[in-house]
């Protein structure tokens, strides 16, 4: 018989490892959420590093590596990759008691995550646009009274004032709904990817100061397009950007009008990243 509990702490351990994290909150966080109770019944299909692997049985032993989970197959939809996630979740730098709002929640394996995070003074707002998904993460998470699931666009929705975003599917630009309801202080998790059938892309962290927005390029990243965010311009111009390099000397995001051309990364429409 597994060990399922000593199989989490080791899963979360060696997870955090792989990309050098060290968090003890993010590793508890890992730790505590049992993977199985969110991405359906086995067998299932795995994506890791050596391709795709279709488990032979429901040993939810399978789970605990740096896979991702097949959820929608017809859509693409995956439970994301542990290393990946754990990157980003220590970019956003989630403490007790903050209010996460997560955009593209899936079955709310990583909105479990973010809940044992911000803890019961915290809250989670979690939004998902498929109406499947939605409901699965309802009663997914109905054991933590602190997440309020949301069926709706993550783009325009008027959540309350938070202290963290994360986005978990790609965009073209960060919405204008984002930036503007993002705290003084606030991180912004956002995976950039450009146009393209296999596009290039790149997680930032945005931290707003005022009006004002820090950046840091946390890693590079492939996800699924986000529905109703996905701008020809703003691809077009992510493409050639990534073509050109150079994404990690991004340290800010400038609203409106661009400053001069050498000092920007890329220049969107109405944003700049610049360095």
């Known amino acids: 018989m597994t060990d399922l509990a000593a199989l ?19 590793e508890q ?15 299932w299909t795995l994506y890791g590093a050596g391709g795709q692997i ?25 439970n994301g990759e542990p290393s990946g996630h754990a990157m980003w979740l220590a970019a956003a730098d989630v403490k007790p008691g903050e209010h ?9 394996y990583y909105t479990a995550i973010l809940a044992e995070l911000v803890g019961p003074s915290g809250r989670v707002t979690a939004i998902e646009y498929d109406a499947h998904l939605a409901k699965r993460a309802e009663h997914n ?3 933590y009274r602190h997440v309020t699931i949301i069926h709706a666009d993550g783009i325009s929705w008027p959540f309350a004032p938070a202290d963290v975003i994360y986005v978990n599917a790609g965009v073209t630009r960060p919405a204008s709904n984002w930036l503007d309801r993002l705290k003084d202080g606030g991180r912004l998790v956002l995976p950039l990817t450009a146009s393209g059938d296999h596009p290039a892309g790149a997680v930032f962290c945005f931290t707003r100061h ?3 927005f820090s950046a840091r390029y946390v890693s590079r990243t492939a996800f699924i397009p986000c529905e109703g965010l996905r701008e020809e311009g703003d691809g077009d111009a992510l493409a050639a ?16 009008p661009p400053p001069p051309e050498e000092q920007c990364w890329l220049r969107g429409d109405g944003w700049s990243l610049c360095h």
């Open 8 to 26: 989490r702490h080791a899963y979360a351990r060696e997870t955090l490892a792989l990309v050098g994290v060290k968090s003890p909150a993010l």
């Open 54 to 78: 279709d488990t032979a049985d429901a040993n939810p032993a399978h789970l605990y590596a740096n896979v991702l989970v097949s959820l929608l197959p017809e859509k693409r939809i995956n």
């Open 241 to 256: 950007a990534f073509a050109r390099g150079g994404a990690e000397t991004v340290t800010c995001l400038v609203r409106g």
């Open 29 to 43: 966080a890992y730790a505590a959420v049992p993977r199985e109770a969110y991405v359906g019944p086995g067998p």
């Open 100 to 108: 996460v709002v997560h955009v593209g929640v899936g079955t709310g």
């Open 141 to 143: 998470l109905a054991a």
């Open 210 to 212: 005022g009006d004002a």
